[in-house]
């Protein structure tokens, strides 16, 4: 998903990942604004992707 919140209030933007962390399938999210909330609630793995490599952050 690119940017699957980027056009939703905050309110709107935590619903849907809740629904979307919640599902039992492996999700690949491309996002500029993170709620750390969630990333821990549901032990989200973070990366982070520069022009030479890939780094886990969590």
Known sequence: MDEVTSK????NAVKIRNILYSLPVTILEVAHNIDYQQ???FK?????L???SL???S
């Open 44 to 48: 989200v793995k973070q990366f982070k």
């Open 8 to 11: 939703l209030d905050s309110e």
């Open 39 to 41: 990333v821990e609630q």
């Open 50 to 52: 520069t022009k030479d």
């Open 55 to 57: 780094k886990i952050i």
